[in-house]
């Protein structure tokens, strides 16, 4: 029905970063991306979610009493059992008759939030009221020995508020949805630590496997639905991709492209890597370039609009994806009666490719309701570039208060937009307060 974002007010550029660690073109060109989006103490996963979801009540004029259900998907834990949902409720009033909690699984919670809350609203027991899923992170890495590192090249923070309900202008297209799970160890978190183990060739591996075999698998499971349709990357008139850095997203659509020609016999483009086996396939750099080549032109039409947000962002984690829908529908002024490809993927991992689709509506929610009331490119437009030095101050800030308590948090209230909220301070028992920019 609806959407709003909270995107912190400072970033820094990657041609700064680029400088500052002696590697210009590697976060750029190498990376595809463009800036960081970045908060110190001051900001905390709390916050940034009530700042988008005081963004989507009061934008929208919704009635607090209206919400039935609150999903949050995010990997940003502050508590391991108290859900992150708990503390949006101070903005819901006197309303505490309110289902949902919060979903884990790296980056996928995201999804994970929405499709519950899609399913809940399908179901017998959806009571008519409005299901909202919350879903963000901050993301941080540590430095890897340079100035910043690569690593934090492709940090990012943001937060998305979607309003689920009847008779809504993009709605979850039935019985187009495939999933891909597996057991690896690519990304994961097992320290008392905002810092995660990684292992970047691992990730990119099955980043890329779990698109192919999503894909794949949606095409059975449409082909045995004896329907007249073959799905192919052109089934889709745009795609929006769960995005860590954008060369990755080039590499996932090319793979898409992979999946259809290798399903082609009679197509030669494919022939100079016929000896490849799947595996090999995978890790080919020459296949890979050739893949983004063929690929060029119908990545600039289903998926320029959806990327340009990430770009100028950084990774949101399980708000990827949907900041890059959100992204589409700003950038793009008419996608009436369109599909739209949603690739998710969470490392350990968890990967979901499925259909929505645009529609025009006889109620008050629209595509272009959501790109005026967002304003998206306004608003990144006024953030405030900073320097590397005041990036590095604030990623020590972070790593150097995590898990502490009895404190204020030291950054400064002026780095808040106006109206979004901040952690006020956390007492000796780890009780977090938080206030409103004015």
């Known amino acids: 029905l609806a959407m709003e974002t909270y995107i912190p007010k400072r970033y820094v550029k990657q041609t700064d970063l680029e400088v500052a660690d002696g590697c ?26 009530l700042s988008a979801f005081s963004n989507l009540l009061e934008k929208y004029s919704l009635d607090p009493n209206s919400i039935g259900r609150i999903e949050v998907g995010t990997e940003t834990l502050i508590d391991k059992s108290k859900s992150i949902k708990t503390t949006l409720m101070k903005l819901l009033g006197e309303n505490t008759d309110v289902e949902g909690v919060s979903s884990t699984n790296a980056c996928y919670g995201g999804t994970a939030a929405f499709l519950n809350s899609v399913a809940w609203v399908q179901s017998e027991d959806w009571d008519g ?8 992170d901050i993301a941080v890495y540590e430095t890897g020995g340079a100035v910043c590192g690569s690593a934090r090249a492709t940090q990012g923070c943001g937060a998305i508020a979607i309003l689920i309900g009847a008779d809504a202008p993009v709605v979850l297209e039935s019985r187009m949805r495939s999933s891909h799970v597996m057991d690896v160890y690519d990304f994961y978190k097992p320290h008392h630590s905002e810092y995660a183990e990684v292992d970047g060739a691992c990730s990119q591996n099955c980043y890329l496997r779990s698109v192919d075999a ?9 082909s045995k639905s ?39 016999k009679s197509d030669s483009s494919l022939s100079d890597f016929e000896a490849l086996s799947y595996e090999e396939s995978l890790e080919s750099k020459g296949l890979d370039a050739h893949l983004r080549k063929l690929a060029a032109e119908k990545f600039t039409n289903k998926m320029s609009a959806s990327s340009a947000t990430s770009i100028e962002v950084g990774n949101t984690y399980t708000g990827a994806v949907f900041l890059n829908l959100l992204s589409l529908l700003c950038n793009e002024t008419d996608v009436t009666n369109k599909r739209i490809g949603m690739f998710s993927y969470g490392s350990g991992s ?32 006024a953030r405030t570039a900073t320097s590397v030095e005041d990036f590095s101050t604030a990623m020590n800030l972070r790593a150097d208060r995590y898990g502490k308590c009895d404190y204020e948090p030291s950054g400064s209230i002026g780095n808040i937009s106006q109206g979004a909220y901040y952690l006020a301070s956390i007492n000796n028992k780890h009780h977090r307060t938080y206030s409103r920019a004015v």
């Not at 080039?250 to 898409?256: A, D, E, H, I, V």
């Open 24 to 49: 210009e073109g590697k976060y750029t060109k190498g990376l595809g991306q463009q800036k960081v989006a970045y908060v110190d103490d001051r900001e905390d996963i709390g916050s940034i979610m």
């Open 129 to 136: 009221r409005y299901a909202v899923v919350l879903c963000g």
């Open 214 to 222: 999503c894909f794949n698998g949606l095409k059975a499971k449409v």
């Open 226 to 264: 004896q329907s007249e349709e073959q799905l192919s990357i052109d089934s889709f008139d745009y795609f929006s991709f769960h995005s860590p850095y954008n060369k990755l997203v080039q590499k996932g659509f090319g793979r898409l492209l992979y999946c259809d020609l290798a399903a082609n």
């Open 350 to 381: 968890v990967a979901t490719l499925y259909s929505l689709k645009t529609r025009q509506t006889n109620n008050e929610f629209s595509t272009n309701r959501i790109r005026e009331v967002v304003d998206l490119n306004g608003r990144l437009s």
